[in-house]
């Protein structure tokens, strides 16, 4: 009996801001790798996770949601979430249930217009929804645009997930096992830290305060002699104001983005750790190429 051959493929995930892509990447994997909050664009670059099966291994592309952007940091988000509809071997449209229905998805759906990709069409959140708009749903984005395959996830309770897993298998092509079955991001420990960072705040800042936020890891050390890691980042924000609602009343605020983000690095680095928060101004980073770049956001690497 033939041994059968071993699959292995990028996938891709794209949509609106907020609507549930790193939720289902971190579903699929098992592990949190890309960070959330009920905020959009949450995710600012292409996050490669991967999942690796005894017969096949997915390398899953978290994209920044596609929106119409403000500034020069919303055009690097839409370009790195646009770079990849062509680079891999099948894209995830993930859609949520709303009012305006398909409409809301209409620059999306421009977007993936002449993309030779097999694109499959995700809607997200049907645990919010009864079955008959599910249906409702389907038709309308089938008229829309010619998907290979329509599948209903909760990327939240995991509903349906293997389902969609076993459609991502059917389009990954033969190939070698790119990554060792132990790993699970290509991400360096000092990025997904900052993102952890940067994750806690935005949970816990006022709404206006946390697209102008970038965080820097500073230093990464073990301590000496002793089971710790010290690490110490900067978080950089745009105006006066809004460092002193990061910081907060006593120092409150910071405090509190240093605890919860203190939890996850440690997990993360498998060992108890010292975080040390500083904030600092850097006006109008979002527009300035020389930042982006400082903060990890360089067109160049797209």
């Known amino acids: 009996m033939a041994q059968k051959k071993f699959q292995s493929g990028f996938v891709a995930l794209v949509g609106r801001p907020n609507v549930g892509k790193s939720t289902l990447m971190n579903q699929l994997i098992g592990e949190k790798i890309a960070i959330m909050s009920p905020?959009?664009?949450?995710?600012?670059?292409?996050?490669?996770?991967?999942?690796?099966?005894?017969?096949?291994?997915?390398?899953?592309?978290?994209?920044?949601?596609?929106?119409?952007?403000?500034?020069?940091?919303?055009?690097?988000?839409?370009?790195?979430a646009e770079t990849a509809l062509n680079e891999v071997d099948a894209v995830l449209m993930l859609v949520e249930p709303?009012?305006?229905?398909?409409?809301?998805?209409?620059?999306?759906?421009?977007?993936?217009?002449?993309?030779?990709?097999?694109v499959i069409l995700v809607l997200n959140k049907i645990d919010t929804v009864e079955k008959s708009h599910i249906l409702t749903m389907t038709d309308e984005y089938r008229s829309l645009y010619p998907?290979?395959?329509?599948?209903?996830?909760?990327?939240?309770?995991?509903?349906n997930c293997?389902?969609?897993?076993?459609?991502?298998?059917?389009?990954?092509?033969?190939?070698?096992?790119?990554f060792p079955a132990d790993m699970i991001t290509d991400q360096?420990?000092?990025?997904?830290?900052?993102?952890?960072?940067?994750?806690?705040a935005l949970?816990?800042?006022?709404?206006?305060?946390?697209?102008?936020?970038?965080?820097?890891?500073?230093s990464?050390?073990?301590?000496?002699?002793?089971?710790l890691v010290d690490v110490e980042a900067t978080i950089f924000c745009e105006r006066e104001s809004?460092?002193?609602?990061?910081?907060?009343?006593?120092?409150?605020?910071?405090?509190?983005?240093?605890?919860?983000?203190?939890?996850?690095?440690?997990?993360?680095?498998?060992?108890?750790?010292?975080?040390?928060?500083?904030?600092?101004?850097?006006?109008?980073?979002?527009?300035s190429d020389f930042l982006l770049k400082n903060f990890g956001y360089d067109a160049k690497r797209i």
């Open 39 to 80: 905020k959009p664009q949450t995710t600012r670059n292409k996050i490669q996770s991967i999942l690796t099966k005894e017969d096949f291994q997915v390398v899953f592309i978290d994209t920044p949601g596609i929106h119409k952007p403000k500034h020069k940091l919303g055009s690097y988000m839409v370009k790195a």
């Open 98 to 118: 709303g009012e305006r229905g398909a409409e809301a998805d209409r620059f999306v759906l421009e977007r993936l217009a002449g993309v030779k990709t097999p």
């Open 147 to 159: 998907f290979r395959e329509i599948v209903p996830v909760s990327a939240k309770d995991g509903e």
């Open 162 to 178: 293997d389902t969609l897993l076993s459609v991502i298998q059917s389009y990954l092509p033969e190939g070698p096992q790119y």
């Open 188 to 200: 360096p420990e000092r990025q997904i830290a900052s993102e952890i960072i940067r994750e806690k």
């Open 203 to 218: 949970q816990l800042l006022e709404d206006e305060i946390p697209h102008g936020i970038a965080v820097e890891i500073t």
């Open 220 to 227: 990464m050390k073990k301590r000496e002699g002793k089971d």
């Open 242 to 287: 809004h460092k002193g609602i990061i910081i907060g009343k006593g120092g409150n605020m910071l405090k509190q983005i240093g605890t919860r983000a203190r939890m996850d690095i440690a997990a993360l680095l498998g060992s108890p750790i010292h975080l040390q928060l500083w904030v600092k101004v850097k006006k109008d980073w979002r527009d």
